[in-house]
């Protein structure tokens, strides 16, 4: 039985199946609609560093053929074949996408889906409709991404632009050439990865396919088995813009490229110029950057956009850690037209397709999906919403409060639920999302900001001697989900060693496996006198080569 999706839903492909030759089939009709329907293979820094990986209708494979476009069949709008042990590995992500072609909503389409098939039978399947929609032309449907394993997203995220702004956000442009090669005649005969045929029209809410006879022997293509109804009728064929195949090239002009200064008029030369020389271009006209000098900073280079993910367990700021921001926007940097929308343009909002997207290093947001997808948050930390979100409390029972404040890890949250996307904030500190799968993480509930409502969280006891009620207390959090710390600054994320100590005070998080104990170094009644260090409490932390621990640059 396949497994379904919902909107921000994450799984290993290698849970949905043991299979690689898979089948990807994607169905999104509207009335009077076109769609182009295309994969993007894109590097770690989620570009299209390589045009060659833009799988569409003037392009149907990449080099090695990992990635081939199959056209409609079996009651899908449009089919892929994708080989995950053949893809070379610059490319990390693979992005399906579906773009109208000329006018139209996305809030039009019916009821359609992505869905993946191994071995003749359909494994994961995300449904979606027009009312997640409003007017975007298109939109970002599923991805498959590397971290240590293939997964599989349910994306769902819109732009209001359409083919133009999709390869603008992974780094391209469209530029018109002249008409391509018709592709190679396919081969006869339908592979093993190929899915059952569909009796009717997928049903909104991704019921099970209905199960097709023995294939036909001698079909076309990769076509699979053909059920007791006949296959849809192919797309209308597209407009003539798509004569012209296209072509991926850097938004940005080369450094140094200047514009020809415009030939000079048969006039008197202005007061101060030598007759005969040409005139200067205006400040700033046509000319390269000058190179940072005195009284001028060098530009920070931009963070790389990641999936908007660490690693399991894995804090912001190790080594091997993906940038946690956004993916661009697909605002040209340069060259733009003045004015307010272009003075705001670095400010846009970063959609990536996660559950989890930072804005920047001290805003957030969560897409909340479906209705079954609650967030919990500290309360007042909502700075906008859009959509339709519910905000309650969250009580924490009568037990609850007792434990919270005998243990000073009492938080007070609000539940989100709803549709929509949530944004979080919290007196301008850093946010770092976490993802747990399986695993679990030692935080003060001071430093927590936000949580996926699946985990499970508990107060933790750290006992010692020569402190007030002789133990300190912090939450642990466990399961699968994402937790969203907050520190002051910039945290330093190090290794736990047995000669790890660290203040307290300024301690954030640590491993669940690392022991922490209370040092007898520093003693509370050494501040009884005077001259004393003016520390309190230290913890050293004991554990197995992997572990961690989180500081941040202040003292609570």
């Known amino acids: 039985m396949a497994r379904e999706f919902?909107?921000?839903?994450?799984?290993?492909?290698?849970?949905?199946?043991?299979?690689?030759?898979l089948y990807v089939g994607v169905q999104i009709t509207g009335p009077g609609l076109t769609f182009d329907i295309s994969c993007f293979g894109l590097d770690a820094d989620e570009r299209l560093s390589d045009d060659r990986y833009f799988v569409f209708f003037n392009q149907p494979k990449s080099p090695e053929e990992s990635i081939q476009l199959l056209g409609a069949q079996a009651g899908d709008s449009e089919s892929f074949r994708v080989t995950l042990d053949r893809i070379p590995a610059n490319i990390q992500k693979l992005s399906f996408t579906a773009t109208i072609d000329g006018a139209g909503q996305m809030s039009q389409i019916?009821?359609?889906?992505?869905?993946?098939?191994?071995?003749?039978?359909?494994?994961a399947r995300y449904s979606f409709n027009g009312t997640e929609f409003s007017t975007e032309r298109a939109v970002m449907l599923g991805d498959f991404y590397l971290k240590d394993v293939w997964r599989f997203a349910a994306v769902g995220q819109g732009f209001d632009g359409g083919l133009d702004a999709l390869l603008k956000n992974f780094g391209g442009e469209v530029a018109e050439e002249e008409p391509a090669a018709a592709p190679p005649q396919q081969q006869s005969g339908a592979p093993s990865f190929a899915p059952p045929a569909q009796a009717t029209a997928p049903p909104a809410?991704?019921?099970?396919?209905?199960?097709?006879?023995a294939p036909q022997p001698a079909q076309q293509g990769y076509a699979p088995p053909q059920g007791a109804t006949p296959p849809p009728a192919p797309a209308p064929a597209p407009p003539p813009v798509h004569a012209a195949p296209t072509i991926i090239a850097p938004l940005a002009t080369p450094p140094g490229t200047m514009q020809p200064p415009a030939a000079p008029t048969p006039h008197a030369p202005p007061i101060g110029q030598v007759p005969g020389q040409t005139a200067p271009p205006p400040p700033g006209y046509g000319q390269p950057p000058a190179p940072p000098g005195y009284g001028q900073q060098p530009q920070a280079p931009t963070p790389p956009p990641g999936y908007g993910q660490q690693q399991p367990g894995q804090f912001p700021g190790q080594q091997g850690a993906p940038s946690p921001y956004g993916a661009p926007q697909g605002v040209p940097q340069g060259g733009g037209a003045p004015g307010v929308a272009a003075a705001l343009s670095a400010f846009r909002e970063a959609p990536t397709g996660q559950r989890w997207t930072l804005q920047n290093k001290k805003l957030i947001r969560v897409d909340l999906g479906a209705s079954d997808q609650p967030v919990l948050a500290r309360q007042g930390s909502m700075v906008l919403y859009q959509g339709k979100v519910e905000f309650s409390y969250k009580g924490a029972g009568f037990a609850g409060r007792i434990v919270g404040n005998a243990t000073g890890q009492e938080m007070q949250l609000m539940r989100c639920t709803g549709r929509g996307q949530v944004f979080l904030a919290e007196e301008a500190t850093h946010l770092h999302p976490i993802e747990l799968q399986g695993d679990a993480i030692c935080v003060s509930a001071e430093n927590v900001l936000a949580f996926d409502e699946s985990l499970q969280h508990e107060v933790r006891r750290i006992e010692g001697?020569?402190?007030?009620?002789?133990a300190l207390f912090v939450m642990q959090f466990q399961g699968?989900?994402?937790?969203?710390?907050?520190?002051?600054?910039?945290?330093?994320?190090?290794?736990?060693?047995?000669?790890?100590?660290?203040?307290?005070?300024?301690?954030v998080a640590w491993s669940a496996a690392a022991q922490a104990?209370?040092?007898?170094q520093v003693r509370m009644r050494y501040n009884a006198y005077p001259g004393h260090s003016g520390e309190s409490v230290n913890l050293q932390f004991r554990g197995a080569p992997g572990n961690f621990i989180v500081v941040q640059p202040f003292e609570v």
């Open 6 to 21: 919902q909107r921000g839903h994450k799984a290993r492909i290698s849970d949905l199946t043991a299979g690689t030759d």
């Open 110 to 123: 019916a009821p359609g889906y992505v869905r993946i098939v191994a071995g003749g039978e359909e494994v």
């Open 205 to 213: 809410f991704g019921a099970p396919a209905t199960p097709a006879p």
């Open 465 to 470: 001697h020569g402190i007030p009620g002789g």
């Open 480 to 507: 699968t989900g994402t937790v969203v710390v907050k520190t002051h600054g910039t945290p330093v994320v190090l290794p736990v060693t047995p000669t790890t100590f660290a203040d307290c005070n300024a301690v």
């Open 517 to 520: 104990i209370v040092s007898s």
